[in-house]
């Protein structure tokens, strides 16, 4: 078997209620400017802001 690509667990973010437009521009652009650090900086916020708006389990410490 020859496998190709790259897998990302999107179904687990989906899951969260949270939608493709939501993460879609985040993966891009980590995989695109990984190296900026300012760039990573700011994605770390926004993945944080967007773990914090749609908890995995919202009735487990207090919705964090």
Not at 22 to 45: G, K, W
Request: charged residues 15%.
């Amino acid at each position: 078997m020859v496998t190709s690509g790259l897998r990302i667990g999107t179904p687990a973010l989906a899951n969260r209620g949270s939608g493709a437009t939501e993460f879609t521009d985040i993966i891009a652009q980590a995989l695109h400017l990984s190296c900026n650090t300012e760039i990573v900086d700011e994605l770390r916020i926004r993945v944080d802001t967007l773990a914090k708006t749609w908890p995995l389990y919202p009735t487990l410490n207090g919705g964090l």
